[in-house]
């Protein structure tokens, strides 16, 4: 069995320390350290900045039930992965919402954008989407934290369909791709992942779209903006586990999950 990860909080606001330093674990991080999985001094653990930073430390001590101190011990440091994976993800019922994150994450999404798009059931407005950002980005932290990951990916939004647009824009004006999610599509995904350079950083945004599917009007806008239809497979894929299958392929079609990347 792998170590415990836990990280420094607040994600990527400060670089772990060089081998041989202290690090500190407090608050609700420390707790679920020292009191729930009951982390020991002599013990070892991971420690990771959530901005790709991962150190093996040993625990000198523990006070209370939230703070620990350990040594690192070893520190490895993981570049961003290539092409970098942006999941914009149409906003799912809420029994699905979180599970959609969560696979996501598992699965080595960089960032995840929630979507306000035509036909989902779910609307966020006002204090609701505040909640709902809050516990996207909680399920993903947990998520990173499960599978080990040394990046914690962002969560933003939401955004509604002429901000995706601008966002769309802005990855093909920077060279990189936008794959639209289509059961109707013809282009396989992995035509599209082909034409990514390798030897290039690079986005790829992955647009999926919600149970009662993505409305004409919001396909044709991407299409017009310079996006892609792309097909996964025969199957329909649910909301929530569409971009884990399409993030699984990527990690093969690409070098996201050659030894140099995040995995």
Known sequence: MGLPVFYL????????????????LSGPEGHHAVAVTRIRAGEQILVGDGAGSLARCEVTGTAGKDVLTADVVELRVTPPPNPLVTVVQALPKSERSELAVDLATEAGADRIVAWQAARCVARWAGPRAAKGIARWRATARAAAKQSRRPWIPTVDGPIDTAQLLQQVHAVLDAGGAVAVLHEQAHTPLAELAAGLDPATPSELMLVVGPEGGLDDSEVDAIVAAGGTPVLL???????SSAAAVALGALGVLTDRWSPAAEG
Request: no cysteine; proline share 17%.
């Open 9 to 24: 909080e607040p994600d990527g606001a400060q670089p772990l320390p060089g081998v041989g330093s202290s690090v500190r």
């Open 233 to 239: 497979g025969p199957q329909v894929l649910r909301t």
